[in-house]
């Protein structure tokens, strides 16, 4: 009786055990580090092949002096429209995800609409080798469904009013995940885009991939050449509702494969 009774006890603790370790995040298959790290992505699955053959891959590191001045490169006019969201947890970051027209981005006399932003720490790219804390993706997709992506650089320091508007939602989220087997949802209200719709007077180009698998290329990317900041507290809010293994959430650097950067100045 009480073998049986303690193997029972054994076996129950061992599922909980296995139920546990499976919870957070099933229907994310690739990670940060170890088996399912950036290194192996390529393997994980046929649709991830790119993430290992592709040769136009993402992030880079900018080297300034190698970045080819364009006078013709566009203004990269922003012009965003205030809506309401949702934000959601895909497991391996927190996106703040558009269904209603929020505006578009002008690249190269094409039209590309604001779909969703998302967030990596540290950042993704790095310019003259130095990496910054944080690194927010502004995504956008054509009607051809062509992306282009606008990437905004952030170091520790003063809070950053955009992000002021998102705490109270990332402490909703970062109680609602524990053990979710499926991406967590907390609808935000008409989100102020004032603050990433600046006029930019700097910015570098350069076509390469999304930075986490199918890791699609053709992305044309546009990392503003202002830093901004945000305080630590804001980084350890948004980073709460994701898991240990996923709160760094920065790929390597990919090599350049020949192609080139181009600079946009307004003071040069
Ligand atoms: C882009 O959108 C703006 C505003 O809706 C519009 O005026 C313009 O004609 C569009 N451009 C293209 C190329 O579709
Ligand atoms: C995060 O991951 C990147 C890329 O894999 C690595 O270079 C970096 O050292 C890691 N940073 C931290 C703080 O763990």
Known sequence: MAMAAREAILALGMAFLLAASASA??????GYSGAT???????????????????????????????????????LDRDYVDTSATLVDYGFNIVVKYSDDAGHVTVEGKNYSLIQMHWHSPSEHTINGER???????????????????AILYQLGRPDPFLVQLKDK????????????????VPIGEMELRAVKRHTRKYY???????????TENVIWN???????????????????L????????????????RTVQ???ENK
Not at 25 to 30: A, I
Not at 42 to 67: D, M, R, T, W
Not at 223 to 241: D, F, H, N, T, Y
């Open 25 to 30: 995040h099933d229907f994310v298959n690739f």
């Open 37 to 75: 790290g950036p290194d192996k992505w390529g393997s994980l699955s046929p649709e991830y092949k790119l993430c290992s053959n592709g040769k136009q891959q993402s992030p880079i590191n900018i080297v300034k002096e190698a970045a080819l001045l364009n006078r013709k490169l566009d203004r």
């Open 132 to 150: 910054f804390a944080v690194e927010l993706h502004l995504v956008h997709k054509s009607d051809d469904g062509s992306i282009a992506v606008v």
């Open 170 to 185: 990332f402490d909703e989220m970062a109680k609602e995940t524990c053990g979710a087997d499926q991406e967590a949802r």
């Open 205 to 215: 180009r350069y076509v390469g991939s999304l930075t986490s698998p199918p890791c």
């Open 223 to 241: 990392i503003l050449g202002k830093v901004r900041q945000m305080s630590r507290e804001q980084l350890v809010g948004m980073r709460a509702p």
């Open 243 to 258: 898991d240990e293994a996923y709160r760094n959430n920065s790929r390597p650097i990919q090599p350049l494969n020949g």
């Open 263 to 265: 600079l946009y100045d």
